[in-house]
């Protein structure tokens, strides 16, 4: 993050007042800043006009104006003395199912100031979007989610300020990207409808809202930015994502895949943009990312193999004894295994080649990726023939996903020019293995580029600049949601994405196996 | 006021959401609305999207909109059924700093539903705007100030709401002119800096705000457009007047006076316009108002005289026995007397014709205007030399700042093509016997037009549609405030003016009187 300078801060120094021109001292502010901003509307509350006078005559005219821009106005939040050096900061959160992340800027420079994050308090309701909304229908059901998430933030808050000497009064403007349900539980709608037939949202623009209208304990003037959604299953989280990878500037066709609780796809480029979230239908049951568990300490995330002697080289997060193996990590295995032969083009392991280290565990085949003496649990760690069957289903589901979007405008997968994979998978992932397996197209490594978290990132992005606000309403408007039909010829393309790298092996012409 | 429908009340049949047309509910409502009326913003609250899905449903998306017009954007304050026919109300606001005027409207129609009046409750603490003004400096005193006044508009709106079966919380939109320092005190403001050099105000064009940022007892979401100012001395109540009066419209120039605790002047027409306010230097003083006492029952309002018996027939308010005479009154006598030769063209009375008539008391003569027996009073009614010395030095004022601010634009006071007269002053007097006097110039009678409370009248044009917002900003922005020079030029002129009518009688070819 450069040192910028925002907009949202402007030391301005005003004429005074003389019987020569005696306008009054709100109008007076405004006038020049709007003259400064190059916009007409600049907006100030009641209980700001109120204390100008005052303020104005004791820091003689200098002063250091606090501003935010909502859809239709600019808004001036707050007056200081010109030479006043308190930061003024900006919060971006993520608003995640599962965990909430926070990021606190410098407003005036856009330099990050500290992060955060905490599991989301709703998870102890209903883990899952599902039971939040059904919960939601009950008696003070809405509320209760509601207040959950809010002071959980307003208690974060409080933590994340405090660690970097700031009150939360000092949080003067928030930017908010969640998906769909999320963002209608944190403004207090009712979701309800986001699940019935046909699917439609509160809201789907909700702009700018005043913290207070929101129950955040933060600058009483402060305004939220809420990330805009495109419908019930394509929310605020993935146009920041966008807004942050930037497909939406480029010339040549990028694609951006977030691999979150769900997995939702853009294809796009300057002039177009087309999107589909992935659960959809019977066939892509069980998701992209039922595989392997939740990335953390000392769980495996990265294999390699001894090509003469087959044995694992592994990487645990934290360099921690091993303790099981994560989504990345399932994938680089899967990649290792099908590279030397010990499972084949359908998944299903070899024990010729795998030798001594198949077991059968409740009638099942199982590979032991870490002996019980090498792990932190006292047992095996062991990939399942059901493992890798389910492994294969997802890598199917998601290389399908990926040919249907690009197919419905005409490009091959092969021809995409960026690739940006977010959310913690992307950056964990290591796109050879998942070349390896067909999970993704067979693209020069190059063009992989992982975002991290890309829905705090494009959060930050609005607070960084008034035209990333103005960029958030065009992707908006220009996305084109593309409803995923599971009809034969997504089953035929599932179907021939069912083996490893793929049926047809010329659409990954990079992936060399002892096999070929 | 006709029955003609105002754009507040949009009734709207949405096509119900579909899954060819997952647009969120609220979106789906504005954009129809924003078609409907040619705009692009519509803000709605966070308090109503939070209710707007289930009431959509439950109104089967056919739906009745109460809108209000802020300056940078619409706002969607309420949606009720279609076939919802209770009233939604408007409320126009005359915020006088003696006596506060209120106008019920009904918002569809714009058509007047009942009218109250009050007392200011400041004028407890102070009579006058210097006064309160300085009470607003001691502690907790601006609060009292706000405090007298916005209660006093809560308990006059409950009553009036009341006299129509209505709540007050159906009142959806407000608009409320005041004189400058009326307006800081009813938003709160401090209006310290209004009296002292360079007289400034703490805002110009406070544009629309919240009814509860202000305390108003109404709709929760209802909005008040208060009438922006010039400046100290020039406020929200007199551009309601010109919004009112329309010679911001005219092809040919005309002019405004409005008299009431002060005396402020407009001309112009729909090029330009220039205004000054009339407390202007030490020949004013005393004003132009300090004539006779408030109109009201008893109070002589218009007198003529027998011309054979020197005998004047009275005229009170109500038709009640005669306790006083107020300003029309005093002017209609001055202009019998003056016809009558009983006074001179200095205004001194002529002993020898007035005859028993005049008395001297306290060493001062008094021309006896209703014997004792015939009053209501049990003793006389009369005018002192004093008296109308007071009215000469008055009507030259008046005649001076009329010649100055025409002569400002080369224009004659002859040349007006019309002249309003505002104020409860404007509905009284009658021009005829002001023209004798010399207080007004000598124009044909039917291009003088009383315009009532025009500022009251005003505000609730406001209510009738938007397009009056825009002229109220184009008014205000159009205006040129001409400081009154009280200079040797001016002097000349009032001393000219200070004979009956004038001492250059070519001015008034019209009065004839029995000293020509």
Redesign the interface.
């Given at each position: 993050m450069t040192k910028n300078s925002t907009p949202w801060i402007q030391t301005v120094s005003l004429e005074p007042?003389?019987?020569k021109d005696?306008?009054?001292?709100?109008?007076r502010l405004l006038h020049a800043l709007s003259l400064r901003l190059n916009t007409i509307?600049v907006?100030i509350?009641?209980?700001l006009?109120?204390q100008?006078?005052?303020r104005l005559?004791q820091y003689g005219y200098r002063i250091r104006s606090i501003l935010w821009k909502g859809?239709?106005?600019w808004h001036l939040l707050e007056v200081t003395a010109a030479e006043d050096s308190r930061i003024a900061a900006g919060l971006a959160i993520d608003l995640g199912t599962t965990r909430v992340v926070l990021r606190l800027l410098n407003l005036a420079t856009g330099a990050t100031l500290a992060e955060s994050a905490f599991d989301n308090p709703q998870g102890k309701i209903g883990p899952d979007i599902l039971a939040r909304i059904h919960f939601a229908e009950k008696e003070n059901g809405l509320r209760e989610l509601n207040e959950r998430i809010v002071s959980g933030l307003n208690s974060a808050i409080a933590h994340l300020c405090m660690s970097q000497q700031l009150e939360p009064e000092h949080i003067y403007a928030l930017a908010v990207a969640g998906n769909t349900t999320m963002t209608h539980l944190f403004?207090?709608?009712?979701p309800?409808?986001i699940i019935r037939?046909?699917?439609?949202?509160?809201?789907?623009?909700?702009g700018t809202?005043k913290a207070t209208?929101?129950g955040l304990q933060v600058h009483p003037r402060a305004r939220v930015l809420i990330f805009p959604?495109i419908?019930?299953y394509f929310g605020g989280d993935l146009i920041a994502g966008i807004l942050y990878s930037g497909i939406h500037h480029n010339a040549q066709t990028g694609i951006l895949v977030d691999v979150g609780t769900n997995a939702e796809v853009v294809l796009g480029n300057k002039n177009w943009l087309i999107a589909c979230a992935g659960a959809a239908g019977p066939a892509l049951e069980g998701g992209v990312t039922r595989m392997g568990m939740t990335a953390g300490p000392g769980v495996i995330d990265q294999i390699s193999l001894e090509t003469d002697t087959l044995e694992f080289n592994i990487h645990t997060i934290d360099d921690l004894p091993p303790k099981g193996i994560c989504g990345s990590g399932v994938i680089d295995l899967a990649a290792r295994l099908f590279q030397a032969g010990m499972i084949d083009a359908r998944g299903k392991l070899v024990t010729a080649v795998c030798g001594p280290r198949v077991k059968t565990i409740g009638g099942q085949l199982h590979l032991v990726v870490v002996p019980a003496e090498g792990s932190d649990t006292d047992s095996d760690l062991t990939i399942s023939q059901a493992d890798l069957d389910s492994l294969i289903r997802s890598k199917a589901a998601m290389y399908t996903i990926l040919e249907t979007i690009t197919a419905s405008v005409g490009v091959a997968p092969q021809d995409l020019q960026s690739f940006y994979v977010a959310g913690t998978f992307g950056s964990f992932i290591n796109p050879a293995s998942a070349i390896t397996i067909g999970m993704l197209p067979d693209l020069p490594l190059d063009r992989y580029k992982p975002l991290g978290n890309s829905s705090l990132s494009g959060a930050a992005l609005a607070l960084q600049s008034d035209k990333y606000h103005d960029e958030i309403d065009q992707i908006r408007d220009r996305i084109t949601y593309l409803?995923l039909n599971v009809n034969q010829d997504f089953m035929n393309r599932f179907s021939a994405a069912k083996f490893l790298p793929h049926t047809n092996t010329k659409l990954f012409p990079s992936v060399k196996t002892v096999q070929k």
């Open positions: 007042p003389s019987i005696n306008t009054a001292d709100t109008d509307a907006h509350d009641l209980d006009i109120r100008l006078p005052e005559r859809r239709q106005r403004m207090g709608l009712n309800r409808w037939e046909p699917y439609i949202p509160a809201v789907n623009a909700p809202v209208a929101l959604n419908g019930s409803e």
